[in-house]
């Protein structure tokens, strides 16, 4: 069941705690596009099911990484990407977006998810793996 674009904001505005659902976008845009750069086939199609249609298209029409980053440089990455963000912010944003994120995937979506990321992810996502 796909999440309807309003609830998806909210769910992330609220996580993020920002003071308008324009911020909670351009949090989710960023952080959703470098995202789809690390996943591929079946498990990015079946995350972009689960999402808003106009988030689930920038999910799979990502920016492109030449390499998986590792969960620091993901953060690193949407610093950059969001005007004014320094990386404490942008941890902050990763972090209300991917754990909005992986509700909606459910948890074994979430797991395969993990699997195509670098290690460290887990906590980005809110769910920590244990060792």
Request: glycine share 6%; aromatic share 6%.
């Amino acid at each position: 069941m796909t999440l309807r674009s309003e609830a998806f904001l909210d769910e992330v505005k609220e996580r993020g705690e920002y003071g308008s659902r324009p911020e909670a976008q351009r949090a989710a845009r960023v952080v959703l596009a470098l995202l789809g750069a690390h996943l591929v086939g079946e498990v990015r199609a079946g995350l972009a099911a689960r999402l808003p249609e106009d988030f689930a298209l920038i999910l799979l029409n990502p920016l492109q990484s030449a390499e998986p980053l590792s969960s620091e440089r993901f953060v690193r990455a949407t610093a950059a990407w969001i005007e004014g963000a320094t990386e404490q912010t942008a941890a902050w944003d990763v972090s209300a977006v991917l754990s909005t994120v992986a509700d909606a995937a459910g948890d074994e979506l979430l797991a395969q998810i993990l699997l195509q990321l670098p290690a460290g992810y887990d906590l980005l996502f809110g769910h920590p793996q244990p060792i």
